[in-house]
């Protein structure tokens, strides 16, 4: 991988982490078409998700900051332990998934972009109909509850699969559940913190152990490093101001376009 392939895949990681159009689907067809797919770039992939985990921590490190004060700094159970004790509530299907069934997950990867372009046009579909029935009801919203918190954290453990966004999968089952926007777009963000540093975690466990090897130079991480930290940044709160202002049905124009083209390259 040469230094301006990483600094595509790495814009093209830090962007749609956060955006809804999926970040592992964007990356296989980035990879298939600039011919950088392998086993090889596994550390590439752990630095640029972990690019992108300190980039939603610069741009809500308040609410994160408030979290940690309001966990640590006391023993009663106030808001902010609940509203934690919610996003690891939200874990528990990613954390079976991961634990049971990483090795048929990884299996989807790398076999094509056809299972890519189906799943991207059902990221499309949730984005259409979760704008669309929230305008079509208009009915109270309210705050993440317990319910909904297991409900998002199901949607962010079917998202594993490439071409699913997680964001737009977890912001819409939100959004269908009846969860405020502003809410549900921050609550997306942070609950995949933990996940994303778990999974960067084992993996490099496995590129110690020899499991997986790696090939590339200091040069091309470094470059991909600051291009996922850079457009994650932006990507993050540009993504909390579309959910605030419901304009993710562009969004899943978007995903359908993206998607039928996966399909039909697959397919040829």
Same mark, same amino acid.
């Given at each position: %991988?040469?230094?301006?392939?990483?600094?595509?895949?790495?814009?093209?990681? !830090?962007?749609?982490?956060?955006?809804? *159009?999926?970040?592992?689907?964007?990356?296989?067809?980035?990879?298939?078409?600039?011919?950088?797919?392998?086993?090889?770039?596994?550390?590439?992939? @752990?630095?640029?998700?972990? /690019?992108?985990? &300190?980039?939603?921590?610069?741009?809500?490190? $308040?609410?994160?900051?408030?979290?940690? #004060?309001?966990?640590?700094?006391?023993?009663?159970?106030?808001?902010?332990? $609940?509203?934690?004790?919610?996003?690891?509530?939200? %874990?528990?299907?990613?954390?079976?998934? !991961? %634990? +049971?069934?990483?090795?048929?997950?990884?299996?989807? +990867?790398?076999?094509?972009?056809?299972?890519?372009?189906?799943?991207?046009?059902?990221? /499309?579909? &949730?984005?259409?109909?979760?704008?669309?029935?929230?305008? #079509?009801?208009? $009915?109270?919203?309210?705050?993440?509850?317990? #319910?909904?918190?297991?409900?998002?954290?199901? /949607?962010?453990?079917?998202?594993?699969?490439?071409?699913?966004? #997680?964001?737009?999968?977890? @912001?819409?089952?939100?959004?269908?559940?009846?969860?405020?926007?502003?809410?549900?777009?921050?609550?997306? +963000?942070? %609950?995949?913190?933990?996940?994303?540093?778990?999974?960067?975690?084992?993996?490099?466990?496995?590129?110690?152990?020899?499991?997986?090897?790696?090939?590339?130079?200091?040069?091309?991480?470094?470059?991909?490093?600051? /291009?996922?930290?850079?457009?994650?940044?932006?990507?993050? $709160?540009?993504?909390?101001?579309? *959910?605030?202002?419901?304009?993710?049905?562009?969004?899943?124009?978007?995903?359908?376009?993206?998607?039928?083209?996966?399909?039909?390259?697959?397919?040829?």
């Amino acid at each position: %991988m040469s230094w301006w392939e990483a600094l595509i895949l790495g814009i093209v990681q !830090g962007l749609t982490e956060f955006l809804p *159009v999926s970040s592992s689907g964007h990356l296989e067809i980035g990879q298939a078409l600039l011919g950088t797919a392998g086993e090889e770039n596994l550390l590439f992939a @752990i630095v640029v998700h972990t /690019a992108t985990v &300190l980039s939603t921590l610069c741009i809500l490190w $308040r609410e994160v900051a408030q979290l940690f #004060r309001g966990t640590f700094t006391t023993t009663a159970w106030n808001e902010e332990k $609940r509203y934690v004790a919610k996003i690891l509530v939200s %874990m528990i299907p990613v954390f079976i998934i !991961g %634990m +049971f069934f990483k090795d048929e997950v990884e299996e989807f +990867f790398g076999n094509g972009l056809t299972l890519v372009g189906i799943c991207l046009c059902v990221t /499309a579909v &949730l984005l259409y109909l979760s704008e669309w029935l929230q305008k #079509r009801l208009n $009915r109270p919203t309210h705050e993440v509850t317990w #319910r909904d918190a297991f409900i998002i954290g199901c /949607a962010q453990a079917v998202a594993v699969l490439p071409g699913l966004s #997680r964001s737009g999968t977890t @912001i819409a089952t939100g959004l269908l559940c009846g969860v405020k926007k502003e809410s549900v777009a921050q609550f997306s +963000f942070l %609950m995949v913190l933990i996940p994303i540093l778990g999974e960067a975690f084992l993996s490099l466990l496995d590129l110690v152990k020899g499991e997986v090897s790696s090939t590339l130079g200091w040069l091309p991480l470094t470059v991909g490093f600051v /291009a996922a930290f850079v457009s994650g940044c932006f990507a993050c $709160r540009f993504m909390i101001d579309i *959910v605030r202002r419901q304009r993710l049905v562009y969004f899943a124009v978007y995903c359908l376009a993206v998607g039928l083209f996966a399909i039909i390259y697959g397919l040829c």
